[in-house]
């Protein structure tokens, strides 16, 4: 599948008081600003039309709009996030998804999901139940996808925030994942990369119109996705990363 648009979300000023579990300290804001225009310039080098939302200072952790929709080839759902202080951030996303689709669904109460739960591979996907996704809101999406034509499967997410922080999709039937998913039974027959324990961070690599996003920093991982045929743009995303946030948490593509 190839992208046209994307949609992202400048970090505001409140960004360094986001939720983390990382323990990596507090994110330097001056450099996450030019990180987050430096993931821009990249989206806009793989042929995407970048729309910037202006910063939200009720919201620190808005700039990871990931979470806050899926975008489909023909509908869009807006999440419930799992995050009780992220749930204002749904508002103005599905106000600029609105601009680009006229049939959005939407996740309702008692479900939760965040979109960095559901990876699509293909024309299937995945939805992975975790500590920010519930099993009723995984039950609403897939409702919702099959209700339209789109096959999905559940995953358990074990010990990880999001089922994206262990597993990618980088298109031509190929997933880059740590060792947990390579043995989990959905993908252990898969034509799958590996990330090294050590590198884990890095299983968040996103692929876009070719092209394959890596994290700076991670070598082994790097080598293994330029080996099996990707093009790459290495990004320093160190201040997303303190907020528990990767590459592709901070767009919508679609």
Not at 93 to 105: C, K, L, Q, T, W
Not at 179 to 189: L, S, V
Request: with cysteine.
């Amino acid at each position: 599948m190839r992208f046209s648009h994307a949609i992202v979300r400048k970090p505001c000023k409140n960004f360094t008081e986001g939720l983390s579990s990382a323990g990596l300290g507090k994110p330097d804001y001056s450099l996450a600003l030019r990180q987050h225009h430096e993931y821009v310039r990249a989206l806009e080098i793989c042929r995407l039309e970048v729309t910037v939302l202006p910063p939200d200072e009720e919201y620190p952790d808005s700039t990871f709009v990931e979470d806050t929709a899926l975008l489909t080839r023909y509908i869009a759902i807006t999440t419930r996030p799992g995050a009780e202080s992220r749930l204002g951030e749904i508002n103005e996303v599905h106000r600029a998804v609105g601009s680009y689709y006229e049939n959005i669904f939407t996740i309702h109460e008692p479900g939760t999901l965040e979109a960095g739960d559901v990876m699509m591979a293909g024309e299937h996907f995945y939805i992975g139940i975790s500590e920010r996704t519930n099993r009723e809101g995984a039950r609403q999406l897939l409702q919702i996808l099959e209700h339209h034509g789109i096959t999905a499967s559940l995953v358990e997410v074990p010990g990880m925030l999001h089922l994206k922080t262990g597993i990618s999709y980088l298109e031509n039937n190929t997933f880059l994942a740590v060792d947990t998913f390579r043995m989990h039974p959905e993908f252990r027959h898969r034509n799958i990369i590996p990330v090294p324990n050590h590198e884990a961070y890095a299983a968040n690599s996103l692929w876009v119109n070719g092209m394959v996003l890596v994290p700076q920093g991670f070598p082994i991982t790097l080598k293994n996705i330029r080996n099996t045929g990707y093009e790459t743009i290495e990004l320093d995303i160190s201040e997303f990363r303190k907020l528990d946030g990767g590459l592709s948490c901070l767009s919508l593509r679609f």
